[in-house]
C-alpha cells in the first residue's frame, strides 16, 4: 500500500478520534521526537506536524542543543500555522548536566486556547543528580493555571530511576503549581520510584502501554517499552480521554517510521476541576 495513501488514513482516524472526544477538555500531548534539529527535513516537519495538530499543548523532549534545535521548532511552528490555528512557541536552553547528552526542551500551544504565564524555566534545584533538568512551564487556560513538567529521562541502561527518585521533592517545593509530568521517564509507570508521587495522588496517565518502537514488526507488534507518560493530580483534575498516537501505521516499515521518531507522541484530555 502506497506511503501516501497510508498517511492520509492514518491521519483522517487521528482527526475523527481528536473529533469524538473535542469538549471543553484540554488536550496535552507529550512527544519525544528524535533529535528533531537540522536533520529533520521539510516532508518530516509537515508530518509531524499533521500528527500533532488537533492537540492543543506539547511538550517536546530530544531537541537537539545546538541552534539547529531551536530553529527546527521554528519551522514546525511555522507549519502549524499553516494548517488553521494559530500556535506560539518557546524552547529551553541546553541542559546542563555534564555526564550525559545534553538537549533542550520545547513547549508549543495554541495561542487561542491557552497562555503562557511569565517564562518557563529549567529546574536548578537538582542540576547536579539530574543530567537532564525538567523544564517548567505555566499555563493559563480560562483563567485556570497549570505547571507542565516537560522531562527526559537518562537511558534505561543508566538507570533513570536514580533521577526520577528526586520527582517526590517537586510537588512539595512548587507548593502552589499544579504540576503535570510528562515526557519520556525511559522507565514504566509500574516502578516503585514513582510511588511517592503516587501516595501524593498523581496518576499516570497510561497503564500498561508500551511507547517506544521496536528495530522491526515482529508479528505486528511493533512497540518495545512503556517509557513514556503524563502524570496528573487526581484531585486537580478531570480526566476524558488519554491514549498514543500509533504515527508508525503510516509507514510500510519501521526503518522508514524511526526517521520521525522512535517514541510515540501521548496524549490526555482534562479539565482543571
Known amino acids: 500500500m502506497p506511503t501516501v495513501f497510508l498517511i492520509k488514513k492514518y491521519l483522517l482516524t487521528l482527526s475523527l ?4 472526544f473535542a469538549s471543553s477538555a484540554l488536550s496535552i500531548c507529550s512527544w519525544n521526537i528524535a533529535n528533531i534539529g537540522q536533520s529533520k527535513n521539510d ?7 499533521k500528527t500533532i495538530k488537533e492537540f492543543d499543548v506539547i511538550a517536546i523532549q530530544e531537541v537537539v542543543a545546538g541552534d539547529g534545535g531551536a530553529a527546527a521548532i521554528a519551522r514546525l511552528s511555522d507549519a502549524l500555522n499553516r494548517m488553521g490555528s494559530k500556535w506560539d512557541y518557546i524552547v529551553s536552553n ?8 545534553t538537549e533542550r526542551y520545547a513547549f508549543i500551544w495554541k495561542t487561542s486556547k491557552v497562555k503562557l504565564k511569565g517564562k518557563p524555566w529549567l529546574e536548578q534545584q537538582y542540576k547536579i543528580e539530574i543530567d537532564r533538568e525538567p523544564y517548567f512551564g505555566t499555563f493559563i487556560e480560562q483563567g ?3 505547571t507542565l513538567v516537560n522531562f527526559h529521562a537518562i537511558t534505561k541502561s543508566k538507570q533513570p530511576e536514580t533521577e526520577i527518585k528526586y520527582f517526590k521533592f517537586l510537588p512539595q517545593q512548587y507548593a502552589n503549581l499544579n ?14 520510584v514513582f510511588t511517592p508521587l503516587k501516595k501524593m495522588g498523581y496518576t499516570p496517565a497510561l497503564i500498561g502501554q508500551k511507547t517506544s518502537l521496536k528495530q522491526k514488526c515482529n508479528n505486528d507488534q511493533c512497540l518495545a517499552s512503556e ?3 503524563i502524570f496528573y493530580k487526581k484531585d486537580l483534575f478531570n480526566v476524558q480521554k488519554t491514549g498514543i498516537v500509533p504515527f508508525y501505521k503510516s509507514f510500510t516499515d519501521l526503518v522508514e517510521a524511526r ?3 522512535d517514541h510515540l507522541p501521548i496524549f490526555i484530555y482534562l479539565e482543571l476541576k
Open 17 to 20: 478520534i481528536v473529533i469524538a
Open 43 to 49: 516532508a518530516e516537519i509537515q508530518f509531524i506536524a
Open 94 to 101: 541546553p541542559t546542563t548536566g555534564s555526564s550525559y547528552k
Open 144 to 146: 485556570r493555571e497549570f
Open 179 to 192: 504540576l503535570i509530568f510528562c515526557g519520556d521517564f525511559n522507565c514504566p509507570q509500574s516502578h516503585s
Open 227 to 229: 517509557y513514556d507518560n
Open 259 to 261: 526517521k520521525i521518531s
